[in-house]
C-alpha cells in the first residue's frame, strides 16, 4: 500500500482481495477463483480502495449500523472466516458473500449490474472485512475470463459517483464502541426504492442519527475550542460555533470547525494558518476517539431558534428568540462584568406574578 494517503487518523492494509462479477442477466454470479496479486497492484488502484475505505467509515453517505440479528448471515460468514483465515477460506468467504447480494438482487428492484470486491482490511490493527460494488464501465477494465483489473490513468481515483455500495465489517469491535458496520449506499440515498443492501443483505440498521451526532458536536466544540484558544472569550467562541451548526446545514466536521477557527484566532497568531490546520485535525482526531461509531459528516439538527445566556450556576437564565438579535447586544467592561443592552424600541420591563 502506498504511505502518501496515509493520516493521522487511518493506517490501511489490504490482506486480501477477491473481485467478483454480478452480471444481473446471468443466472449466477461469476466468483473469482483466485486472490487479486496485491504484490503487483497498481499504486492507483491501492489509493482508489484506500479512498473508498476512508469515505465509508468518515465520508458523507457514511451510517453507523448494528447487526439486527446476533447470526446475520454475513456476520455468521465472516466470523466462520477470521476464525480460520487462509486463502482457501477466504475465497469460500468471496464466493458466499457475492452469491448472498446476487440472489437479494435477482428477487428486489434492482438493475444494477456491477464487479464486487471483497477484501480483508486492518485499519489501526482492527481486522474488518471491507466490500464495494460498483459499475464496471467506468474507471476500471475487467478481464472476465480471469477476474483481473487493469486502470484506466486518470479516471479511476475521480470515478467515486461510479461507487455504489460499500460496507466495513468490524471483526471484533472495541469495547466502547457500539457499530457492528459502517454503509455507504450512495443508490439508496439517491432514491432507490428497496432498502435491500442494508436491511435484507447486511441484516443490519442505523445506530445514529443527526440529532445525537449533532448534541455531541457541539458540546464537544465548546469544550475543546475554549481549550484551544484559551485567551479568546468564550462567548464569540459559542457565537461562531451556533452560526456554524445553524439547523439544517450539512456539515462536514473538520471544515466546519476550521471556520469557526478562522473566525476566532487572532490574526496576529504565531503561524496562524498552520495553527488552525492543526487544531481542526486534532479535533477530529479527539472527537473519534471518544465517539469512535460517530460520522463526520451530518445534517445538523437542533433547536437553535434562541439564544441563551446563563450564569455558572443557574442563578440568571436569559432566552431570547434569534430574530431580534440586532436589538440585544453584549459587552465586557474592564472589570470582567457582562453588560448587556436591550433595545427600548423591545419595550422591556418587569413583569410580576
Known amino acids: 500500500m502506498s504511505d502518501s494517503t496515509a493520516t493521522l487518523e487511518q493506517k490501511i492494509k489490504i490482506n486480501r482481495l477477491a473481485i467478483n462479477v454480478l452480471d444481473l442477466d446471468y443466472s449466477d454470479p461469476n466468483t473469482s477463483k ?69 440472489k437479494i438482487m435477482k428477487n428486489s428492484t434492482s438493475n444494477s449490474s456491477g464487479t464486487f470486491f471483497v477484501m480483508e482490511i486492518e485499519y489501526n490493527g482492527e481486522e474488518c472485512i471491507f466490500i464495494i460494488k460498483l459499475d ?37 469491535k472495541p469495547e466502547d464502541s457500539e457499530a457492528d458496520l459502517f454503509v455507504m449506499d450512495k443508490q439508496q440515498k439517491e432514491g432507490e426504492p428497496a432498502r435491500f443492501f442494508i436491511e435484507t443483505y447486511l441484516q443490519a440498521e442505523e445506530i445514529l442519527n443527526n440529532k445525537i451526532i449533532t448534541r455531541e458536536v457541539v458540546r464537544s466544540a465548546r469544550e475543546q475550542l475554549v481549550q484551544i484558544l484559551p485567551a479568546v ?59 469512535p461509531d460517530h460520522q463526520t459528516s451530518f445534517v445538523a439538527e437542533r433547536k437553535d431558534h434562541v439564544v441563551i445566556w446563563r450564569s455558572e450556576k443557574d442563578q440568571i437564565f436569559f432566552r431570547y428568540n434569534k430574530g431580534i438579535m440586532n436589538e440585544i447586544t453584549f459587552a465586557t467592561d474592564d472589570h470582567g462584568n457582562t453588560i448587556i443592552t436591550i433595545d427600548k424600541s423591545l419595550n422591556f420591563k418587569r413583569d410580576v406574578k
Open 233 to 291: 472569550e468564550a462567548n464569540k467562541i459559542y457565537e461562531f460555533i451556533d452560526k456554524e451548526f445553524t439547523n439544517g446545514s450539512r456539515i462536514q466536521l473538520e471544515t466546519a470547525i476550521r471556520n469557526i477557527l478562522e473566525n476566532t484566532v487572532p490574526n496576529d497568531k504565531e503561524d496562524r494558518e498552520l495553527f488552525i490546520h492543526h487544531s481542526a485535525s486534532n479535533f477530529i482526531q479527539v472527537y473519534l476517539e471518544k465517539n
Open 34 to 102: 483466485k486472490l487479486f496479486p496485491l504484490g503487483e497492484a497498481n499504486e492507483i488502484i491501492d489509493n482508489f480502495f484506500e479512498t473508498h475505505f476512508t469515505d465509508t467509515r468518515h465520508g458523507k453517505s457514511t451510517k453507523s449500523c448494528k447487526f439486527i440479528d446476533s447470526d446475520a448471515t454475513v456476520k455468521t460468514k465472516i466470523n466462520r472466516y477470521f476464525e480460520n483465515k487462509n486463502d482457501e477460506n477466504f475465497l469460500v468467504l468471496s464466493r458466499e458473500l457475492t452469491e448472498n447480494l446476487f
Open 136 to 172: 464496471p464501465k467506468h474507471g476500471l477494465q475487467i478481464n472476465y475470463i480471469d477476474l483481473t483489473v487493469s486502470v484506466l490513468q486518470n479516471i479511476l481515483p475521480d470515478s467515486n459517483d461510479r461507487v455504489h455500495k460499500c460496507a466495513i465489517i468490524r471483526y471484533k
